[in-house]
């Protein structure tokens, strides 16, 4: 079991409401990433956080902004919400130790938007 | 533009081997993957390759990447009903996160 988790597990929202997501990150990664996954498909990157700034972005608007903070967890944050983004949304921490990658992802926050 | 096609569906019987395939159109790709997901549990990254490597092994996984033709394989020795997932074929072209993923293809076993 790793050590990424996320909040909440499940959320409903209202068209044009404003959600929070958050996610901590395994022990020893200073790299987090969120991704969304709709139902059916792939997760689809949304962007990349290392050492607190963004340095990686996915084809979404710019409704969608996180933060990352100094104990390397995260949030991601969804304004205006559509009916498109009900969606499971993943986090994941992850390393490059020389030629070895890490990667751990949450379990995930489902969100529905009605 | 960014692509990896696989196929949705598999069913191997219990103790076969199963074969999951995935194309990329990215030729650029340097970095392939290979993820597990089960019902209810999160995302798992089961194994990766670069692309100067042929082949990589891993216990029971064995990946195939045949960059020539952007095909890239996992093959699962003597399958249990805990391999029963959906397995999702994904690439990178650098050291980050933005990773793209297929859409999976389901693994079913049979008894």
């Known amino acids: 079991e790793t050590g990424v988790t996320q909040s909440p597990t499940h959320l409903i929202k209202t068209r044009g409401q404003q959600v929070t997501l958050r996610c901590s990150s395994q022990s020893g990664h200073n790299t987090v990433s969120w991704y969304q996954q709709a139902l059916g498909q792939g997760p689809q990157f949304i962007f990349q956080y290392y050492r607190e700034e963004e340095n990686g972005r996915g084809n979404f608007p710019p409704r969608f902004s996180g933060l990352q903070f100094p104990n390397y967890s995260s949030e991601l944050n969804v304004n205006a919400l559509e009916l498109d983004d009900s969606a499971l949304y993943l986090c994941?921490?992850?390393?490059?130790?020389?030629?070895?990658?890490?990667?751990?992802f949450g379990p995930g926050t489902r969100l529905t938007v009605t | 533009g960014e692509d990896v096609e696989q196929s949705l569906f598999l069913s191997v019987r219990e103790g076969d081997s199963s074969v999951i395939n995935c194309t990329y159109t990215d030729s650029s790709s340097t970095y392939l993957y290979w993820y597990k997901q089960e019902p209810g549990a999160g995302l798992q990254l089961l194994t990766y390759?670069?692309?100067?490597?042929d082949m990589k092994q891993d216990q029971r996984l064995t990946v195939l990447l045949n960059k020539k033709d952007k095909h890239l394989s996992l093959r699962i020795a003597d399958t249990q009903t805990g391999d029963s997932a959906i397995y999702f074929c994904a690439e990178n072209q650098n050291r980050d996160d933005k990773i793209i993923f297929g859409k999976g293809t389901r693994l079913h076993i049979l008894p």
């Open positions: 390759i670069f692309s100067n490597m």
């Open positions: 994941a921490s992850s390393s490059w130790q020389g030629n070895s990658y890490e990667q751990y």
